[in-house]
């Protein structure tokens, strides 16, 4: 399990002052700034397919996430991190400078940016259908969220988010990349149908191309485009996407997902969904991987209680090979 759903970040945050943003900030500004701290704990119960070992079926992840916002020479400047399993490392980080009108401007080491936020954008009441098991194929984001610079501009209600990779996708400490990788880039286009006079439409599109290292290799192009409408409790939504492996040898992957979310109440939601990502073999014959799984999620105040079932057969694009998870997960936000 990720940090709670994806994306989710905890409320209830504990001020405490800071005098600056970092060592380097404070060089160039004395200005006072704010840390919050956020963080939950997840309580797991998860058991696998058969051809696989369960082992102890139980689990806990403490997550932690630090957020720091100040004003530096005019300019609004913030700092993310987040970390994960009882501080076992720096799972992601993020410095932005909020330019105004200009746009905002960061440096990501993982928290996600450009194509790879709409890498699956259908509804699901709590983790999306392929989390926990073989084969997250026809997944769309080629300059991934580490080591990337990311410019985020909105306009008239549409959001654009592009992303920009030099060498490999690394979390990188102060100094220069020793792993091997081509540049990439990517955007997403995000439409707010609310504000566009669509009410309940939210829609988007993206792409992007991966440079591999080995400069004879043909680039890598990631598209992809979603819809989801919501009336009342009900939302339903579908997405298109394509890899486009420049090698020959390897199978382009073309995904089509849909997913259907129902709110009961102001607690309780549940959820279905269901996807299919064509491997295109260039020798062979194509093979589909099929997915499919529901989840179901109460919130009581600071506890949720959420629960997902995930199936695969044909898992990466492999003939006859199938996996399953269900589990069950318990959280504790402060």
Same mark, same amino acid.
């Given at each position: 399990?990720?940090?709670?759903?994806?994306?989710?970040?905890? %409320? %209830?945050?504990?001020?405490?002052?800071?005098?600056?943003?970092?060592?380097?900030?404070?060089?160039?500004?004395?200005?006072?700034?704010?840390?919050?701290?956020?963080?939950?704990?997840?309580?797991?119960?998860?058991?696998?397919?058969?051809?696989?070992?369960?082992? %102890?079926?139980?689990?806990?992840?403490?997550?932690?996430?630090?957020?720091?916002?100040?004003?530096?020479?005019?300019?609004?400047?913030?700092?993310?991190?987040?970390?994960?399993?009882?501080?076992?490392?720096?799972?992601?980080?993020?410095?932005?400078?909020?330019?105004?009108?200009?746009?905002?401007?960061?440096?990501?080491?993982?928290?996600?940016?450009?194509?790879?936020?709409?890498?699956?954008?259908?509804?699901?009441?709590?983790?999306?259908?392929?989390?926990?098991?073989?084969?997250?194929?026809?997944?769309?984001?080629?300059?991934?969220?580490?080591?990337?610079?990311?410019?985020?501009?909105?306009?008239?209600?549409?959001?654009?988010?592009?992303?920009?990779?030099?060498?490999?996708?690394?979390?990188?400490?102060?100094?220069?990349?020793?792993?091997?990788?081509?540049?990439?880039?990517?955007?997403?286009?995000?439409?707010?149908?609310?504000?566009?006079?669509?009410?309940?439409?939210?829609?988007?599109?993206?792409?992007?191309?991966?440079?591999?290292?080995?400069?004879?290799?043909?680039?890598?192009?990631?598209?992809?485009?979603?819809?989801?409408?919501?009336?009342?409790?009900?939302?339903?939504?579908?997405?298109?996407?394509?890899?486009?492996?420049?090698?020959?040898?390897?199978?382009?992957?073309?995904?089509?997902?849909?997913?259907?979310?129902?709110?009961?109440?102001? %607690?309780?939601?549940?959820?279905?969904?269901?996807?299919?990502?064509?491997?295109?073999?260039?020798?062979?014959?194509?093979?589909?991987?099929?997915?499919?799984?529901?989840?179901?999620?109460?919130?009581?105040?600071?506890?949720?209680?959420?629960?997902?079932?995930?199936?695969?057969?044909?898992?990466?694009?492999?003939?006859?090979?199938?996996?399953?998870?269900?589990?069950?997960?318990?959280?504790?936000?402060?």
């Amino acid at each position: 399990m990720k940090i709670l759903t994806k994306g989710e970040i905890m %409320n %209830n945050f504990k001020k405490v002052g800071l005098t600056a943003l970092a060592g380097s900030l404070a060089a160039l500004s004395a200005n006072a700034a704010e840390m919050s701290v956020s963080g939950a704990t997840l309580l797991t119960y998860t058991t696998e397919d058969a051809t696989e070992t369960t082992g %102890n079926p139980y689990g806990m992840k403490t997550n932690l996430a630090f957020t720091a916002s100040g004003e530096v020479n005019g300019y609004t400047v913030s700092y993310y991190q987040a970390s994960q399993d009882q501080f076992a490392g720096m799972s992601s980080a993020r410095l932005s400078i909020d330019m105004g009108d200009m746009g905002t401007i960061a440096f990501d080491q993982g928290s996600g940016s450009g194509l790879g936020t709409i890498d699956d954008k259908t509804p699901t009441a709590a983790e999306e259908i392929w989390d926990g098991i073989d084969g997250a194929s026809g997944l769309v984001g080629a300059a991934g969220a580490s080591g990337v610079w990311n410019y985020i501009q909105t306009m008239g209600g549409v959001t654009f988010n592009g992303a920009i990779r030099k060498g490999s996708g690394t979390k990188n400490a102060d100094g220069a990349s020793s792993g091997t990788g081509g540049s990439a880039f990517d955007f997403a286009l995000l439409a707010d149908g609310d504000t566009l006079g669509m009410e309940g439409l939210a829609m988007g599109a993206g792409y992007g191309k991966n440079t591999p290292a080995t400069a004879t290799s043909p680039d890598d192009k990631h598209t992809t485009v979603f819809a989801n409408y919501s009336m009342g409790p009900v939302t339903l939504g579908a997405q298109v996407s394509k890899i486009d492996i420049g090698l020959s040898t390897t199978a382009d992957q073309n995904a089509v997902r849909w997913g259907l979310a129902f709110n009961v109440n102001d %607690n309780l939601s549940v959820s279905y969904g269901e996807a299919d990502v064509e491997f295109d073999n260039a020798t062979t014959a194509d093979v589909t991987e099929s997915t499919d799984g529901m989840a179901i999620a109460y919130t009581m105040g600071s506890i949720k209680i959420a629960g997902n079932r995930n199936e695969v057969s044909n898992a990466d694009g492999t003939s006859g090979s199938k996996d399953a998870m269900t589990e069950i997960a318990v959280s504790f936000a402060f």
